[in-house]
């Protein structure tokens, strides 16, 4: 429940995020970039002990307590005069999310292992029929009160929805046996031995944990290179390729949504039935032909590149976090997601702004560069093996 409201709250504000910030805060390309960098690299830094906490001191305590520090983090959108806020409010939202690592190990640790892909799958089912209505919302807000007003709004709603889910998020089930009790006063002390720790449990996961490892980061690059710029490239404006209206770039996401929905149970049952590997190789396939008709696209290659994408991520990172349960005990999950994200941050972050300088320069350049970076990801794809005894 928590997360339906969340995923509905990011969405609505996403939609239109790169135009408001370029258009309506005096935001460049490659400034939105900085944004992402920045933010991206306060998340990463609090991932060592966001792990090491989860494993040690239980997961329940830090995803129910941190997203009310995530919920207030989106004032600073609300009340922004400029794009210098947005960077001051992502920065505390993205250090409370030091809860990532805990939420996904708590995840993890409540698949059964042959069910995995169908139960990641049925997750991005669930947020996604939740998170369909979001755009078409985000569309009327910015038709009704024009976009700057519109987000406002947008940001409201948003940080309602966040302090609503924090508070589901009280009733969660702790899934580590023991937990310690945590005192607050040594959690910055716990940062040596976390990083410490977190290093040292790779030497004991087998080789593919480690191809795995480097398909997430170039993936992460890859897609990080352009995820701020969709709408940048699609909605009419001063920097649009395709000028699109904003009410159809409503209409185009919704699509994605809708396609995700439609192939979410059958994405699930083709991980269990045929392996994790195999759905990776199919995800880079379908991603290639969406991004080329997204970038010479019109409104009519819209509705198709941009579902194909979403098909492409479901199976991606269902498949992805599939193998990932299985390669990795559970009394290590939270330090291992915990170097994970540390690492794929950071990478989100350089691509995030290495595509702002690169999309002053020529729109395109983005996105062609990421379908570069998916080559090598492929390879290293083929060198993964799927273990004979999956970890519960």
């Known amino acids: 429940m928590s997360w339906i409201l969340i995923d509905f709250a990011m969405e609505l504000q996403a939609t239109y995020y790169g135009p408001f910030v370029l258009y309506d805060l005096g935001a460049t390309e490659t400034i939105l970039g900085l944004i992402g960098f920045v933010s991206l690299i306060g998340l990463a830094l609090v991932q060592f002990p966001g792990g090491y906490l989860a494993d040690k001191y239980g997961r329940r305590w830090l995803i129910s307590t941190l997203t009310f520090g995530v919920a207030l983090s989106y004032i600073f959108y609300m009340l922004a005069p400029s794009w210098h806020w947005i960077l001051v409010g992502a920065l505390f939202g993205n250090f409370c999310s030091f809860y990532m690592p805990a939420l996904e190990a708590m995840l993890a ?224 999950r939270g330090k291992v997601i915990g170097l994970t994200n540390f690492t794929t941050f950071i990478i989100a972050a350089i691509g995030q702004l290495i595509g702002g300088i690169l999309y002053e320069r020529a729109p395109q350049l983005p996105f062609f560069l990421m379908l570069v970076f998916i080559v090598p990801s492929l390879i290293i794809t083929l060198r993964l093996y799927e273990p004979k005894r999956r970890e519960e």
Do not use: C, H
């Open 109 to 332: 640790d409540s698949m059964p292992s042959e069910r995995r892909g169908m139960g990641f799958s049925i997750i991005s089912l669930i947020t996604k029929v939740a998170t369909t209505p979001a755009p078409i919302f985000a569309g009327l807000l910015v038709t009704v009160f024009a976009r700057a007003n519109g987000m406002r709004i947008a940001y409201v709603i948003v940080t309602i929805l966040f302090l609503i889910a924090a508070t589901l998020r009280v009733k969660l089930k702790e899934t580590v046996a023991q937990p310690g009790k945590i005192r607050f006063r040594d959690l910055w002390n716990f940062y040596p031995r976390a990083f410490k720790e977190s290093v040292s449990v790779w030497k004991t996961l087998p080789r593919s944990m480690f191809y795995l490892f480097f398909v997430n980061l170039t993936v992460t690059f890859a897609i990080s290179l352009s995820l701020l710029y969709y709408a940048v490239y699609a909605i009419e404006g001063s920097r649009s390729v395709l000028f699109i209206s904003e009410f159809d770039w409503a209409l185009v996401s919704t699509a994605i949504f809708v396609a995700m929905i439609v192939t979410a149970i059958p994405i699930g049952k083709f991980i269990d039935k045929i392996g994790r590997k195999i759905p990776l190789l199919v995800s880079y396939v379908i991603l290639f032909p969406a991004v080329l008709l997204f970038v010479y696209g019109d409104l009519f290659r819209l509705f198709i590149a941009l579902p194909l994408i979403g098909i492409g991520d479901v199976l991606f990172f269902s498949a992805l976090a599939s193998l990932q349960a299985d390669l990795v005990p559970l009394e290590k």
